[in-house]
């Protein structure tokens, strides 16, 4: 059931809620009706009105820094907003922004917002299939694109979208006149001939009403489109904000750096609508922030929050244990002794032992305050990390340090965090507890507490764009949006994941990936594949386990005769094999040339970077339901494949750096 009634506004591919009292009965069901709803621009006029003299973003041109107060941000955003009308752009059409993390980016997306447009960010690393996909599916009037690169992704799509009415290109000059292609200054000098009709279509908007789309991959299929009210916005950063302790500008403060995608409602929360809630600061990190240059910017900003996902924590540990291999015996054996100090204190005040033992003390003053200074973290006190699983050693090896790494767990669909670990309160692999106003059901738990986690609350999005079926099923006839993920709570009320019911891959990056469209076309443009299955949960890349066409026995076991079929396909190809282990034994130069070969083809189709398969293993037998890698569906199980073949998965992430991989694996 939605929250609230649903109809076709103007345009009959967008939902908005029909009814105005909706959001304040969310409020009354939640026990905090004195949380007024807001609007973006009755969230941004507040900003100006309480911190318009400081500065809101900052961003760097020829090596120094260059500031915009909250004042002139506003004034941007509104004159954004009139030239976006200006162009064409219409009640509930979508504004889609391709590129990477700017002034221009923020500029862009609340100007459409103001507009009574919908904001729509798009991963940088899309396919220009990809593009059209998302801009169809808004029917976007308008794209913003950061640069050529960018922009001939769209040019490539754009006779496929009739409803595009311009693309405006902030990060350098059009390199051609192109009719309505403009320039980013073209774009903001618009605005002087529009009529002023701003404050009409401002005024009509309600607290309850779209504004954003945020687009995530299902478990197969393609993309969905999340469409998150401005109270959805307003309302979490509002209380996420109070949640984490963020200080008030006014008192003192807070810097951010903007680097994780903006498409992400992770970083669209810590980025935007955080900052404009607390009067923060906010920092463009440069575009190869996560190719290395992030720690560059860390140290110059020294930021008092900052969010990493686990790659970006696990880049860091192994650049400091990479330099502490380098250091003197003596400085090796001081180290070791502070982190072993460090972890044991910091479990303990864990536990609620708060007691600061000496050797803790001189441990931080010899090593701990140096590390968080060569890191730029020496004024954080609000390090985190979501949007993808964290190992344990992880957490354990920044706790040694004495840097905490808080863990908080949500989705797009719950306008981001739904649960927060915090300093008072955090257990290691726990995700926290819900955030106030938030309601947490372990749905259908077994005998250990596991079971779906449901999420509640004013966080809750209103549906996804043009897909009653879809919404219906995450969220259900009693309000509850389902996640997907297993988790339980232990005594104290802190939730833990457990699995994931959807099939998912999060890497490390935090990208989610579904694996059936891969394998399926891996097994598509190679006939000798019987079995693919995608391994890279948590890990820096995606890698596949394959297995070949062989002669199945009359109990359904694998043999290690090649089928009839796959002798043909190895002919053809110059190999004289007939078994699985022939190939595998001699490493076939003709059979892995051209399963290579294949994989490569399917990675040029890849909509991302993260979804390309960098390495590959032939295995000795194939998946059966003997094996127990198949369910009686013949559907693969794949915990039970992840299980029996860890050490040729682990093999996938060793010497990851080398530029040719080890034992039956294809090249990286």
Not at 51 to 63: F, P, Q, T, V
Not at 210 to 231: A, E, F, N, R, W
Not at 411 to 435: D, N, Q
Not at 525 to 546: E, T
Request: neutral net charge; contains cysteine; aromatic residues 8%.
């Amino acid at each position: 059931m939605f929250h609230g009634k649903v109809f076709a506004p103007p345009t009959p591919s967008v939902w908005t809620t029909q009814r105005d009292g909706e959001v304040k009965l969310r409020m009354e069901e939640h026990g905090i009706g004195s949380e007024e709803p807001k609007t973006v621009l009755e969230l941004f006029e507040e900003a100006v009105r309480k911190y318009g003299n400081h500065y809101a973003l900052a961003y760097k041109k020829d090596g120094r820094w260059t500031r915009i107060s909250y004042k002139r941000y506003y004034g941007e955003c509104w004159t954004a907003a009139k030239s976006f009308l200006k162009l064409g752009l219409e009640r509930f059409h979508g504004v889609c922004i391709l590129g990477f993390n700017s002034a221009e980016w923020f500029i862009a997306d609340i100007g459409a917002i103001l507009a009574g447009g919908l904001a729509v960010g798009i991963y940088t690393t899309s396919s220009p299939e990809a593009c059209h996909y998302v801009a169809e599916n808004c029917s976007a009037n308008i794209i913003v694109v950061e640069n050529h690169k960018q922009l001939q992704k769209i040019l490539e799509v754009e006779h496929k979208l009739p409803l595009l009415k311009a693309i405006i290109m902030y990060g350098e000059e059009p390199r051609e006149k192109r009719p309505n292609l403009y320039s980013w200054e073209e774009f903001m000098n618009i605005a002087d001939q529009e009529t002023d009709n701003l404050t009409d279509i401002v005024e009509s908007q309600k607290p309850n009403q779209c504004c954003t789309l945020i687009y995530t991959s299902g478990t197969t299929g393609q993309p969905k489109g999340v469409m998150l009210s401005h109270d959805n916005l307003t309302w979490t950063a509002a209380t996420v904000g109070r949640c984490i302790q963020l200080s008030d500008a006014a008192e003192k403060q807070e810097t951010v750096i903007s680097y994780l995608p903006l498409s992400h409602i992770a970083a669209q929360m810590l980025d935007i609508w955080l900052p404009l809630t607390f009067g923060a600061q906010v920092f463009f990190a440069q575009p190869d922030a996560l190719k290395g240059t992030l720690i560059d910017t860390l140290r110059e900003v020294r930021p008092t929050a900052f969010l990493g996902v686990p790659r970006v924590w696990e880049k860091m540990e192994e650049k400091m244990k990479c330099v502490g291999a380098k250091s003197s015996a003596l400085k090796r054996k001081v180290a070791s002794w502070a982190k072993e100090v460090g972890l044991q204190t910091n479990l303990k005040q864990m536990n609620g032992n708060t007691e600061v033992p000496v050797n803790f003390r001189l441990a931080r003053h010899l090593v701990y305050k140096k590390v968080r200074k060569a890191l730029g973290l020496d004024r954080c006190t609000k390090c985190y990390t979501g949007a993808a699983p964290i190992t344990r050693e992880t957490l354990e090896f920044f706790l040694s340090l004495n840097i905490p790494v808080y863990e908080l767990y949500g989705m797009s669909e719950s306008s981001g965090p739904h649960t927060i670990s915090l300093p008072h309160a955090f257990k290691l692999t726990s995700c926290g507890k819900e955030m106030a106003g938030c309601r947490t059901l372990i749905h259908n738990p077994d005998g250990e507490g596991n079971g779906e986690i449901c999420f509640s609350g004013r966080h809750i999005f209103m549906g996804y764009l043009n897909m009653e079926g879809k919404t219906r099923e995450a969220i259900d006839e009693d309000g509850w949006l389902h996640s997907g993920d297993l988790g339980k709570h232990d005594k104290d009320g802190f939730l833990y994941i457990t699995g994931r019911i959807k099939e998912l891959i999060i890497t490390a990056g935090g990208e989610n990936i579904p694996p059936v469209p891969i394998e399926d076309a891996v097994k598509e443009a190679l006939p000798i594949i019987s079995n693919a299955m995608l391994v890279g949960d948590k890990a820096k890349f995606l890698a596949m386990l394959l297995t070949l066409k062989c002669q199945v026995s009359e109990n359904g076991e694998p043999g290690d005769d090649l089928t009839p079929e796959a002798i043909e396909y190895c002919r053809k190809l110059g190999s004289k094999a007939t078994k699985v282990s022939e190939i595998i034994s001699s490493k076939d130069q003709a059979i892995y040339a051209t399963i290579q070969k294949g994989i490569s083809a399917v990675n040029e189709r890849a909509v991302s970077n993260a979804q390309k398969v960098q390495k590959w293993v032939l295995l000795e037998k194939d998946f059966s339901l003997l094996g127990g890698e198949l369910g009686p569906t013949m559907k693969l199980k794949r915990a039970v494949v992840a299980q029996k073949y860890k050490d040729q998965i682990a093999q996938f992430y060793t010497d990851v750096d080398k530029p040719t991989a080890t034992g039956n694996t294809g090249q990286k």
